[in-house]
């Protein structure tokens, strides 16, 4: 990309490190982005990070051996006003509680989540 665009290895890695729509390493089906900025840690997200970390035996960044989800915590996605939140495909999840999140894992887990 970098000899194509006449620009250094670093300017192509900066830019796919900085946006959350870039990957740098193979994802899972459904990538759970976790916004953990203020407003949402003040609502709980780190709870909410923790809660699909154990479920999924997962940490930060890594996919499930079954190639279903990763986790990737996220800096500020817009939704203050809604925390805690994350994004799944192109659809916001907000005011999660860990009941909320165990739906959305389920209905992931049986195909019923449109990633838009």
Not at 43 to 50: N, V
């Amino acid at each position: 990309v970098a000899q194509v665009l006449s620009i250094t290895p670093i300017e192509v890695y900066e830019v796919a490190t900085f946006y959350t729509m870039f990957n740098m390493k193979p994802v899972g089906k459904y990538v759970l982005e976790v916004c953990r900025t203020g407003p949402c840690m003040v609502r709980g997200s780190e709870k909410i990070l923790d809660h699909i970390r154990t479920t999924l035996n997962i940490k930060d960044g890594e996919t499930t051996a079954d190639g279903l989800f990763t986790l990737k915590p996220a800096e500020c996605l817009g939704a203050c006003g809604y925390a805690p939140m994350l994004q799944l495909g192109k659809f916001y999840h907000e005011n999660l509680t860990i009941e909320k999140v165990d739906e959305i894992l389920e209905l992931c887990r049986q195909g019923q989540v449109d990633l838009g």
